[in-house]
């Protein structure tokens, strides 16, 4: 059974940086997609940030540039390394994984919070 575990969120100042990471457990040769998405109060999960089983990444228009996906397969770890952050990165942070070809997701973690102050 695959698990997802979430961690490293916490508060931060505008401008600063969080390194999120989500390990994964029972999820190996049938890995296909692993991805970042939020939420923040009151509004709709959305992506943040995905890589494919290829190392090709993807990220959403409001966090291009300053935040990197990554992975350690060794480890099972995948790691969001958040910078410059902006108060509307304040949302839970779930990170997710496929088993399916077409990247879609089927596994969650619980989330972890962030919160971004001024």
């Known amino acids: 059974q695959v698990q997802l575990v979430e961690s490293g969120g916490g508060s931060a100042q505008a401008g600063g940086s969080l390194r999120l990471s989500c390990v994964a457990s029972g999820y190996g040769y049938n890995r296909y997609c692993m991805g970042w998405f939020r939420q923040a109060p009151g509004k709709e999960r959305e992506f943040v940030s995905s890589?494919?089983?290829?190392?090709?990444?993807r990220y959403a228009d409001s966090v291009k540039g300053r935040f990197t996906i990554s992975q350690d397969n060794a480890k099972n770890t995948l790691y969001l390394q958040m910078n410059s952050l902006k108060l509307e990165d304040t949302a839970m942070y779930y990170c997710?994984?496929?088993?399916?070809?077409?990247?879609?997701?089927?596994?969650w973690g619980q989330g972890t919070q962030v919160t971004v102050s001024s």
């Open positions: 890589i494919g089983r290829d190392t090709i990444t």
């Open positions: 997710a994984a496929s088993s399916t070809k077409s990247c879609i997701y089927n596994y």
